[in-house]
């Protein structure tokens, strides 16, 4: 049985505090000491939420972004073509 809420059961996003651009992102549970001898620089820049996991977001990571406290879709994502 699996558990609910496990760490396969999430995602860590990494975006810039000032516009929401998502700029890294891990499965899993994740801090700033992903980034090894640059966290301390990344802290100043970036912050990171950990969110449940969801792949659709993390294959079309370049169209989301943070906003608040939710991942949402860029304003700027011309969705007509496939409508």
């Known amino acids: 049985m699996k558990m609910l809420n496990s760490v396969d059961d999430k995602m860590t996003i990494f975006y810039s505090r000032r516009t929401g651009e998502i700029k890294a992102y891990t499965t899993g549970i994740t801090d700033f000491g992903y980034f090894g001898e640059d966290a301390e620089d990344m802290k100043v820049i970036y912050s990171c939420k950990v969110v449940d996991l969801d792949n659709y977001v993390l294959e079309n990571i370049a169209h989301f972004k ?16 496939y409508l």
Do not use: M, N, S
């Open 66 to 81: 943070v906003e608040g406290d939710r991942i949402k879709l860029k304003d700027d994502v011309d969705l007509g073509k």
